[in-house]
């Protein structure tokens, strides 16, 4: 998934609002020029923003012409107010747009429970509007980003019958990550024509392979969205079996690529680690285990401190809650064997596993050797800047 971030009949912007205290973008805006369908997935936290339940019941339609997004405020936890205010931001952008205010979808993401200064989104939108350009989903990444270091933006284009179509993601995500549904927002935008159920169901598939197999700090977030809209304006309709299973590949390219740059740009982090069980005596068995071990504050400070402490990881395997047998588990960093049938092998391999640790990219690998179960999650190291960012977010 590298190419051109346009995408045909879609424009996008971001501009600054005063939202933000530091005075960068803060303001984004998706709009398809031409109809075009809809499907989204959201958080599982009961706590839901404001933007979070507008959504829901706008997706329903299936149709949706534009997406208004702010960062520096999550608009959650505010109450009736809050909804109101989700309600106002996307009129305003209906009202400049010539829209249905229900074409107009809404998402939010920063600090929880302060109301939104909907005067000044009001205020901004026709600066918005007007920089609204067919390249502009890099200012769009900008606008959206909190803690994120780095705007992350993937684009791709394809074929089918000889004819070309695009798609191209944003996202932005670097703390409360965490698997149900991650914690971030998305937005993916194609060319192609196809059904919203059909683009329901492929986003979904594509979301279970990638945003809901990575962790940062295991915080599900009250504002998870990834929103995908389709306009047909390539003139290219996947109809077949075949011809969405393309789409389903891009997707599904796109998302994963971008769940690991919400990894690798986890706040303070300085790892990016695969953690892969197989062996176990079923899949969801697997994907337990990896998790208890992604999500493991211990093997995290640890993988920071690029100690090849392994007790902490068969540790946490064993409070997975599933059959393990310890006298068989080996475990590996990259192709290290630090661990055989439960037992240390040594200071010599010790030494060769911390070299690994200390690459910015790896792979732990835990083997049960019970059946054929197998998953993988990714992870990163907690640091100490993790603290630092975290202990003032609101200051």
């Not at 909190?146 to 179509?165: E, I, N, Y």
């Not at 395997?317 to 240390?344: C, T």
């Amino acid at each position: 998934m590298n190419g051109t971030l346009f995408v045909n009949g879609f424009q996008a912007a971001g501009v600054a609002a005063g939202l933000k205290k530091n005075g960068k973008k803060d303001l984004g805006l998706i709009f398809s020029t031409v109809p075009a369908a809809a499907a989204g997935v959201f958080t599982r936290n009961r706590i839901q923003a404001a933007p979070v339940v507008l959504d829901r019941k706008r997706i329903e339609t299936g149709a949706g012409r534009a997406i208004v997004i702010n960062s520096g405020n999550a608009n959650c936890c505010t109450g009736e107010q809050g909804m109101q205010n989700a309600l106002a931001m996307a009129k305003a952008v209906a009202d400049g747009l010539d829209l249905a205010v229900e074409q107009v979808l809404v998402a939010s993401t920063g600090v929880i429970g302060e109301q939104l200064p909907i005067q000044k989104i009001q205020t901004a939108v026709p600066a918005l509007l007007g920089a609204l350009k067919p390249e502009g989903l890099s200012d769009l990444a900008e606008a959206i980003m909190t803690t994120d270091t780095v705007p992350k933006v993937v684009a791709g284009k394809s074929q089918l019958d000889g004819k070309g179509f695009h798609l191209a993601a944003v996202a932005k995500g670097a703390g409360m990550i965490r698997p149900d549904m991650a914690t971030m927002l998305c937005f993916v935008i194609s060319d192609i024509e196809l059904p919203a159920m059909v683009m329901q169901t492929m986003l979904k598939a594509a979301v279970d392979r990638s945003f809901n197999r990575i962790t940062v700090d295991g915080d599900m977030s009250t504002n998870d969205t990834v929103i995908f809209m389709a306009n047909g304006a390539s003139g290219v309709a996947a109809e077949t079996r075949e011809a969405r299973q393309v789409v389903q590949s891009m997707l599904d390219d796109a998302l994963l690529q971008l769940a690991r740059l919400c990894v690798k740009d986890g706040e303070g982090a300085t790892k990016l680690v695969e953690v892969r069980v197989n062996g176990a005596a079923s899949d969801p068995y697997a994907r337990s285990v990896a998790d208890t071990v992604a999500n493991s504050s211990l093997v995290k400070t640890a993988l920071f401190g690029q100690d090849a402490n392994w007790g902490r990881i068969l540790a946490a395997a064993g409070r997975a809650g599933v059959p393990i047998d310890p006298a068989r588990v080996d475990i590996y960093f990259d192709k290290v064997m630090m661990v055989k049938d439960g037992l240390g092998r040594g200071k010599p391999v010790e030494a060769q596993a911390t070299a690994v640790l200390k690459k910015p990219e790896f792979v732990i690998t835990i083997d049960l050797k019970m059946a054929s179960g197998s998953a993988s999650v990714l992870t990163c190291d907690f640091s100490i800047d993790y603290v630092k960012i975290n202990a003032d977010y609101r200051s």
